[in-house]
């Protein structure tokens, strides 16, 4: 079975300073991973995706993650943290085995920036 | 362009009351949909995913329920809401062979 685990709940950085939010996955297959951001009462907005092409994963508003399949991880970060970035933060893996592609969310990690 | 609607955008409902809520896209056909619920301090979950009219997979035994009347119609229903229907919930679509999922806005459910 497919699963997602983010380690930390609660993320607080100072506005300029470096984001790292971490993912582990959990797949018998080639996964396919993605972050979603959730500002408040808002639906899910795409940061990026990883579908087995560069392991090194550009998306929007700075934001990039890195696959490694050694470490079963897919951690998100930002070299330099906004205001405008505090939101929650899910990572997804696709099941794409059962033929649903039903995604497969993680707890969510609540980001705080500090001015 | 594709786009997802969904309404309402909020909802304050008694307990024991039915509930109807709607999920339509734009844009595009055939597409995969899926339900999910977002519980307060808690992650999301799937509720019901459909690959055509009529077609309707349950994830989790619960006291809702999904129908697709139409291609690019989804709608969650209940008979009689419970406190713990209370949460967030999100439509999403797919296009078959792609894995991405797209959002709607969601519509916020609390339940007195």
């Known amino acids: 079975a497919q699963s997602v685990t983010q380690l930390d709940s609660h993320v607080s950085v100072s506005e300029g300073t470096p984001v790292l939010l971490r993912c582990n996955y959990s797949?018998?297959?080639?996964?396919?991973l993605f972050w979603y951001v959730q500002h408040p009462n808002k639906g899910l907005q795409l940061l990026l995706k990883?579908?087995?092409?560069?392991?090194l994963v550009k998306g929007i508003n700075g934001f990039e993650a890195e696959f490694k399949k050694s470490e079963t991880s897919f951690h998100l970060t930002k070299p330099s943290a906004h205001m405008s970035d505090a939101a929650e933060y899910f990572c997804?893996?696709?099941?794409?085995?059962?033929?649903?592609?039903?995604?497969?969310f993680g707890t969510g990690t609540r980001l705080k920036v500090l001015a | 362009s594709q786009t997802i609607h969904q309404w309402p955008a909020t909802l304050v409902q008694p307990v024991g009351s039915p509930l109807s809520l709607e999920c339509t896209v734009e844009?595009?056909?055939?597409?995969?949909l899926y339900w999910y619920r977002q519980a307060a301090g808690r992650g999301l979950q799937l509720l019901f995913y459909?690959?055509?009219?009529?077609?309707i997979s349950s994830e989790v035994p619960q006291n809702l329920s999904a129908s697709r009347p139409q291609d690019r119609q989804f709608i969650l229903s209940s008979k009689k809401l419970l406190l713990s229907d209370s949460g967030f919930y999100l439509c999403?679509?797919?296009?078959?062979?792609?894995?991405?999922?797209?959002f709607g806005p969601g519509t916020r459910l609390t339940v007195l």
């Open positions: 459909s690959v055509g009219i009529g077609q």
């Open positions: 997804v893996v696709s099941d794409n085995v059962s033929g649903t592609y039903k995604y497969i």
């Open positions: 797949s018998s297959y080639s996964p396919s």
């Open positions: 990883y579908t087995s092409a560069a392991t």
């Open positions: 844009g595009t056909s055939n597409p995969n």
């Open positions: 999403a679509w797919r296009l078959a062979g792609n894995n991405e999922q797209f």
